[in-house]
């Protein structure tokens, strides 16, 4: 299928890249079918791009690579619902807020994107009793800065 995106043209888009947001995402529940876009030179981070509204995609990036201690913990329920049989078929995202001095970006890792990339199946939860909040400054090293 062919997509016209905001931020990256047109896309040309195989089912088999498509998951889905079990309650689409938080603002935007209507939407649920989206891809990973990952442009060359933008590594670490990555979009999410609905695949049904092409002006809708999120930054982000795997939370690990900025927080080693972060910790979460999956609720039963959530692995039944995203259909998860083995930690290696998860992966965790925080959505990114770029501010206007791009050394400044913030991530959420109070609300991260668990992804079953094996069924291709999402949902953003929110960490309940949690000492993480939505704006956690992520500090980029001089050579991610000179890469990016």
Request: overall charge negative; glycine content about 4%.
């Amino acid at each position: 299928m062919h997509i016209s995106t905001l931020f990256f043209g047109e896309l040309d888009v195989q089912q088999s890249e498509v998951f889905t947001f079990t309650q689409g995402v938080p603002g935007f529940e209507s939407l649920t079918q989206f891809i990973l876009v990952q442009p060359e030179g933008s590594a670490p981070f990555s979009y999410i791009q609905s695949i049904q509204n092409g002006d809708l995609s999120f930054l982000v990036v795997d939370p690990f690579l900025f927080f080693k201690e972060y910790d979460i913990l999956l609720p039963d329920n959530l692995q039944e619902e995203l259909k998860i049989d083995k930690p290696e078929d998860v992966l965790v995202w925080s959505v990114v807020t770029v501010n206007s001095d791009f050394t400044k970006c913030t991530m959420n890792l109070l609300a991260p994107i668990i992804w079953n990339v094996k069924e291709k199946l999402a949902k953003q939860i929110i960490l309940h009793d949690s000492e993480y909040n939505v704006k956690h400054e992520i500090v980029l090293s001089e050579a991610a800065q000179v890469e990016g």
